[in-house]
């Protein structure tokens, strides 16, 4: 009979197993048209669409966007603004180029995404044997943390100048776009706690070996 102490672990195991199905399933699918996709293209001049992420307004970090009340005044009402709006903005496009830029970061975040998985799901199953406190549980937590951290950093840099590059070579003019540099605050957090939580498992195995030393 299984420990009832343990079911959550049991269910975030199945869930991970699941996960470790899907995704693979996803990214095998995107590969696969990220090989057809310049064949397809190349043979009738076909248009596929593209998105590159933008924010609405001049400013990449604080994005503002002014607005005018549909009357010429408003009682109680004035300086409309929108801010910090983002969206993506979608075209489409016979550049391979650019419609290879909004497949490949789904294909290195789809990697990362099913690393980091098997890597919470091997420190699972070792809680599930009762070997939580490891070595091994520790390097994989402060992996787990590492990916995040430069996931979360790095990633927003890159979507940035892409974003930018993109918008430079478009030139909007209805609506003044930006790209965007924002970073996933949650990411970066669970990363930190992963690296916390390694020095803690680090710190478990170090008990456990005082402890058999002492008995």
């Known amino acids: 009979m299984k420990n ?3 079911i959550s672990a049991h269910i975030v195991k199945v869930y ?6 899907l995704v693979p399933v996803f990214l095998c699918f995107l590969l696969v048209w990220t090989l057809v996709s310049p064949l397809v293209m190349s043979a009738d001049s076909v248009f596929t669409d593209a998105t590159i992420p933008v924010t609405v307004g001049e400013s990449s970090v604080f994005p503002v966007l002014s607005l005018a009340a549909r009357g010429t005044e408003v009682e109680g009402i004035t300086n409309l603004n929108l801010v910090r709006a983002r969206g ?5 496009t016979t550049s391979w ?3 290879l830029t909004t497949i490949l970061p789904l294909l290195i975040g789809g ?3 099913m690393w980091v998985i098997f890597l919470v799901r091997q420190v699972v199953a070792s809680v599930l044997l009762g070997d939580a406190f490891t070595l091994k549980n520790a390097a994989r937590l402060r992996l787990v943390g590492l990916i995040m951290l430069v996931g979360g ?3 927003p840099l890159l979507e940035y100048v892409h974003a930018g590059m ?4 478009i030139g909007t003019h209805a609506i003044p776009l930006s790209p965007p540099l924002t970073f996933p605050t949650e990411v970066i957090l669970v990363g930190l706690l992963m690296l916390a939580l390694s020095t803690v498992f680090g710190h478990g195995k170090e008990l456990e070996d005082e402890k058999s030393l002492t008995i």
Do not use: N, Q, S, Y
């Open 166 to 169: 993109v918008l430079a070579r």
């Open 88 to 92: 993506e903005l979608r075209f489409d």
């Open 153 to 155: 950093t790095i990633g």
């Open 16 to 21: 991970l197993d699941i996960c470790l199905v």
């Open 111 to 113: 990697l990362l995404v």
């Open 4 to 6: 009832p102490k343990l």
């Open 97 to 99: 180029g650019l419609h």
